[in-house]
């Protein structure tokens, strides 16, 4: 089970900075974002994040860096379900749907193929875990 985590724009932003980093100061957060805001209101973001136990800083040389404290899976699950709920009244499939009909996606056969083989994986799962092929669980699949 995934905590649900809920952050502002901003607060998504830093933590894709961070991510991407791995760890970062503020310099190099406020370079990265669009729009930047202050140092100061930038600090108190990073203070938010680190109150919701998103970030921790440590200090090397005269600035602090910020890490996550989250592994990055967790929080893409969380903000993919918020994704899902918001858009698609939590359809996987109606998200996915989306994303084919869209003519500007290139999807390769290799994807193509590794989207079957995660599809069989959750059938096989649900032939395990349920005793009917017709369960509300095999809705989330179709």
Known sequence: MTIPIRLSRREHEIMEIVFALGKATLTD???RMDNAPTRAALRS???ILESKGHLAHGKEGREFTYHATLERGGVGR???RRVLDVFFDGSLKDAV???FSDPDEKISAREIAELEALLEAARSKQGRSTPSRTS??????S
């Open 97 to 99: 749907s989306a994303h």
């Open 45 to 47: 973001l990073l203070t």
């Open 136 to 141: 509300s669980a095999s809705k989330k699949i």
């Open 78 to 80: 969380s903000a993919l």
């Open 29 to 31: 957060i406020q370079s």
